[in-house]
């Protein structure tokens, strides 16, 4: 399910995925497959993880890059669920064809 949150676009974010929902902060972003593409990758994530195991890994990886890193940007693009899917997201058939847990590919 898709919604339309225009107060996201102060998190500097085009969408963001809360399961079940894709959160997006326009319309038109609808439109935009490689985002929802990657969306969707986001809620296989999720799925695989039941939910709030991938939400605890998110942020248990995103603290890690920032230790790392010293910077959210970089911390937030070696999360191993955002490398996977910033690496397929232009790839439209790439679901149909991913492995299960595949995201561990992309672990640091």
Do not use: C
Not at 38 to 63: C, G, K, N, T
Not at 67 to 83: L, Q
């Amino acid at each position: 399910m898709i919604l339309i949150i225009p107060k996201i676009k102060y998190l500097d974010i085009s969408g963001i995925t809360l399961f079940p929902f894709i959160i997006l902060r326009d319309k038109h972003l609808k439109q935009d497959k490689r985002i929802l593409n990657h969306e969707r990758i986001h809620i296989r994530q999720q799925v695989e993880l039941l939910v709030l195991p991938f939400y605890v890994l998110y942020l248990i990886e995103f603290a890690i890059g920032l230790i790392k890193y010293k910077n959210k940007s970089n911390a937030y693009m070696n999360i191993s669920f955002e490398r996977e899917a910033y690496r397929h997201d232009l790839d439209l058939n790439y679901l149909k064809d991913r492995k299960w847990w595949a995201w561990r590919n992309f672990i640091a």
